[in-house]
């Protein structure tokens, strides 16, 4: 595949698309939209940057995730509580 195609298939509710950029991306969702929209421009290129709905999506949400995961890397897991007799 070229870069920038994506190919899918979907059985009753799950979709499994393949896109391809710098390498192979694969997903299986739920969402039924399979287009590719624009995420943008290259500044060093000034091309579109096209992505599919499903990739462009997780971008957007996966910011407050990632914030979450750094905030909870500050704390140890190693404290516990002991209950004492």
Do not use: H
């Not at 979709?15 to 399979?34: A, E, G």
């Not at 990739?55 to 909870?72: E, H, I, P």
């Amino acid at each position: 595949m070229k870069t920038g195609q994506s190919v899918f298939r979907r059985e009753g509710d799950v979709t499994v698309q393949v896109w391809t950029d710098k390498r192979l991306t694969r997903m299986k969702n739920v969402i039924r939209d399979t287009t590719v929209v624009n995420a943008g421009r290259n500044v060093r290129t000034d091309l579109e940057i096209k992505k599919p709905y499903a990739v462009f999506q997780c971008n957007q949400f996966m910011k407050g995730v990632d914030r979450a995961d750094m905030f909870l890397s500050y704390y140890s897991d190693l404290r516990t509580t002991v209950k004492w007799p």
